[in-house]
């Protein structure tokens, strides 16, 4: 519960911004401003910055978090639901609380079944009988129906 109510958002958490794009940007334009960034701060060409590693890491997860659909949907949604709750964390509380309906899945194809099985239902049917189990076809004795009508 802390997690939720002592953090405050951090710079470091909007993609869009470590990019350089916004939210309208497809995935060139997304492709193009890591490119560009790749270079400015690509830890080979920044050796005397030690923060040069964890700012490019930064951008490689931008850019896959952005590129990807269904992650990218995710992260709009926590974006602009205003959350105190880094993405990181964020993220992995949505992923370890999505319910699983295995269970609820449906046959899609009815199952394969001979012909011979067909007619063995078709016949079945139409040997049950017309009467139910409580009703019989003989005559009700004349004690047995005074007993049933409350009269005995």
Same mark, same amino acid.
């Given at each position: ?5 002592? /953090? #405050?958002? +951090? ?16 995935? +060139? @334009? ?9 270079? @400015? *701060? ?13 700012? *490019? ?10 590129? /990807? ?31 699983? *309906? ?6 899609? #194809?009815?199952?394969? #079944? ?6 063995? /239902? ?15 076809? #003989? ?14």
């Amino acid at each position: 519960m802390d997690v939720l109510l002592n /953090n #405050e958002r +951090d710079e470091s958490d909007d993609y869009y911004v470590i990019l350089g794009c916004d939210e309208l940007s497809n995935k +060139d @334009q997304i492709q193009t401003e890591y490119r560009i960034r790749a270079l @400015q *701060f690509h830890p080979d060409k920044n050796l005397d910055d030690p923060k040069a590693m964890e700012r *490019f890491k930064q951008l490689q997860e931008a850019k896959e978090v952005l590129c /990807n659909d269904v992650q990218r949907k995710t992260y709009d949604y926590w974006r602009n639901s205003h959350i105190n709750v880094p993405w990181k964390k964020w993220q992995s509380i949505t992923e370890r609380s999505q319910p699983t *309906f295995h269970w609820m899945v449906t046959k899609k #194809e009815p199952m394969i #079944e001979s012909e011979q099985m067909n007619k063995q /239902n078709e016949e079945e049917k139409q040997n049950i009988p017309k009467t139910s189990k409580w009703q019989s076809t #003989e005559p009700t004795n004349d004690y047995l129906r005074k007993f049933r009508n409350y009269e005995i």
